[in-house]
């Protein structure tokens, strides 16, 4: 057994858990025991920050003292905005942008000398970095458009004051709710492939940065986290085409496309954030008078699904195919949605690192090695 070969880690059980759990033939997620589709209809994203991390709903006061803790942490030094700048000249990716500024926040930590086994000041740093992601990306996205930085405001919620520091306006409820809502599902999702990769770098001893810096780097793969931009161009490119939606997706596929936004390694059936995201997309089709998007999304899905068996192939929508409809119709560019995925996933990832460290082991797998074991030695001039 210690010899069978696992590709990917796939079945291999690696640590143990109490922040999620998944039913991937019943299409069940779960955060500590509250499903997921309480915790969209019913907590806001702070709400379930705080049971990620503390293990248990707050209380008013408590969630008025976390809210009010996170909100004073949201500015970013000028030196952060200066390399925003930079960024913006060297044309970099948002997601590669996200992942050196967050790098650098480490250099204005106030508890930079704090030993990464005290397991208070892992998450005072991991609130703080949660806390300024949305300022970075915000201010990367004005500064590219030639606008100012709009500073971030302590009198909102963490998805409004995105929303306003993105815009420069206060946004309205419906904008506010639904982009809480999209953070929460995507909060958490088990040992993904970029909390492993923050609970490997933790298991080092390395501190918070470097554990969400690495976390944004494994998101940033199109097999993982890009998944949701790609679902987005590709309903563009539809709709841009002027041809049928399903003659369009019935010729892609004879072509060889493999559908972004379906199939899981985990669900064997729909995604249930996909449920989610598609009634929310719905709703904001019918508020602005333009379905357009959802229709498109909900038609190619029914079609997949009667005409093309992908349902019988164990292939159903995930979390992608809808969010990227969502975030389009706040207005949100398409290589901005991996980061916010990150935004949102950066509340897990401190979530796991802590609680991995509460009896930290290195981790550290081994390879199977099959190369030559024997060879002599030539010298160079005679190679």
Do not use: C
């Not at 806001?44 to 991390?53: K, R």
């Amino acid at each position: 057994m210690a010899d069978e070969l696992h590709k990917g880690l796939e079945g291999v059980l690696v640590a143990e858990s109490s922040l999620s759990y998944i039913d991937g033939d019943e299409g069940k997620l779960v955060y500590r025991g509250y499903t997921i589709e309480d915790l969209a209809e019913n907590a806001s994203y702070e709400e379930v920050l705080y049971l990620l991390w503390h293990g248990e709903l707050p209380t008013r006061a408590e969630l008025d003292a976390f809210e009010s803790e996170m909100a004073a942490e949201r500015d970013i030094d000028d030196a952060v905005v200066d390399l925003l700048r930079d960024l913006v000249d060297a044309d970099e990716d948002p997601m590669n942008a996200l992942r050196t500024a967050v790098s650098q926040l480490s250099a204005y930590e106030p508890e930079d000398d704090a030993d990464p086994e005290d397991l208070d000041a892992s998450l005072r740093k991991g609130r703080r970095i949660t806390a300024k992601i949305p300022t970075i990306l915000a201010a990367y996205d004005r500064l590219r458009r030639g606008e100012d930085v709009v500073e971030p405001r302590e009198d909102l919620g963490h998805a409004a004051n995105f929303l306003y520091m993105f815009t420069g306006e206060e946004p309205d409820d419906v904008a506010a709710e639904t982009f809480d809502m999209a953070l929460t599902l995507h909060a958490d999702h088990g040992l993904n492939a970029s909390t492993f990769t923050s609970m490997v770098i933790a298991s080092t001893l390395a501190d918070m940065y470097s554990s969400v810096t690495g976390g944004i780097g494994a998101l940033s793969g199109s097999l993982h986290g890009g998944a949701n931009q790609d679902v987005m161009e590709l309903l563009v490119e539809v709709e841009e085409s002027g041809k049928d939606p399903l003659q369009w997706v019935d010729d892609a596929i004879a072509d060889g496309l493999r559908v972004p936004g379906w199939g899981h390694r985990v669900y064997n059936v729909k995604d249930p954030r996909a449920v989610i995201l598609e009634r929310k997309s719905k709703d904001l089709g019918n508020a602005s008078g333009e379905k357009k998007w959802y229709d498109i999304a909900h038609d190619i899905e029914q079609y997949l699904i009667d005409e093309k068996n992908f349902d019988e192939k164990g292939l159903a929508p995930n979390v992608d195919f809808y969010s990227g409809t969502v975030y389009y119709q706040l207005g949100i560019p398409l290589d901005l949605y991996t980061p916010i995925f990150a935004m949102s996933r950066v509340g897990g990832w401190v979530g796991h690192v802590l609680e991995y460290q509460e009896d930290n082991r290195l981790i550290r797998p081994r390879g199977r090695y099959i190369g030559d074991e024997s060879n002599d030695w030539t010298p160079i001039d005679e190679r």
